[in-house]
């Protein structure tokens, strides 16, 4: 039974004894105590624009993608001084795919050219995006690449099939983008060039380059030691090949 179980007219009659002043003051408390419960439900969201803005990038920092598209989806871009609302939620939809393992759709979704032949990716260093979209690329870049080193290293080197399945990269490069690779100058205007080493600036984020959030360094862990391995044995399967190559009697026929 509630404390309230027992109640009787006889209560009832006992409020009406009390002084008019007394229960006057019941109201204005009860009402106070509601516009503070209500002020305190809207303290979420309650920013400026760009407070929201480096908010939202924040949770692309914790790979929180949902809250951060949906945040940004209620920016007004002309009310930031700087940012980029619409990049952040193309951000946010490679990091949903990622999230659910799709990495080697997100990774082609990072180096989408758009309008122009301009890179859909284009993070200003000064951004609050800039730190996350780095972890984000690397991130995605590490799962994508191994994907692909774990295909090569299931190979047999000294085959025909292995040098005809070498198609973009070399083999050592999947390995060396993530371990180690400089980030090119910033440009505003940051176009597709095109071949197999054309990516956006921010798709060459590294163990080296990369200042790991939290929540990247918790979901990258151990990458980095595992793609030195991969980094060595990678190296002897160029070697093998390489000497199987040079092997081989190529056949020449002289035509007529």
Request: aromatic share 10%; net charge negative.
């Amino acid at each position: 039974m509630g404390p309230h179980a027992d109640f009787t007219f006889d209560h009832l009659s006992s409020i009406t004894r009390v002084p008019y002043g007394a229960r006057a003051l019941r109201l204005p408390l009860a009402l106070w105590i509601s516009l503070a419960l209500c002020f305190a439900a809207t303290l979420v969201g309650c920013g400026t624009p760009q407070e929201e803005y480096a908010v939202a990038c924040d949770l692309i920092g914790e790979l929180r993608f949902d809250e951060a598209s949906a945040l940004l989806a209620e920016l007004d871009p002309r009310q930031l001084t700087h940012g980029d609302p619409a990049t952040a939620r193309y951000l946010c939809a490679a990091g949903a795919l990622a999230k659910e393992g799709k990495f080697g759709e997100a990774f082609e979704r990072m180096v989408e050219v758009g309008d122009n032949d301009r890179w859909s990716v284009i993070v200003h260093p000064e951004d609050p995006l800039h730190t996350p979209a780095l972890n984000l690329a690397l991130w995605i870049k590490v799962f994508h690449h191994e994907q692909r080193i774990q295909e090569l290293l299931a190979m047999d080197p000294e085959t025909e099939e292995f040098g005809l399945s070498l198609t973009g990269l070399q083999p050592t490069a999947y390995a060396l983008e993530v371990l180690d690779s400089d980030l090119p100058e910033f440009e505003a205007d940051e176009s597709y060039i095109g071949g197999d080493y054309s990516v956006p600036r921010i798709m060459y984020a590294s163990f080296t380059n990369v200042d790991l959030l939290p929540a990247y360094e918790k979901a990258l862990r151990g990458m980095k030691e595992m793609f030195g391995t991969y980094l060595a044995r990678l190296e002897k399967h160029e070697a093998l090949y390489m000497a199987f190559f040079e092997a081989r009697e190529e056949p020449w026929t002289m035509q007529p």
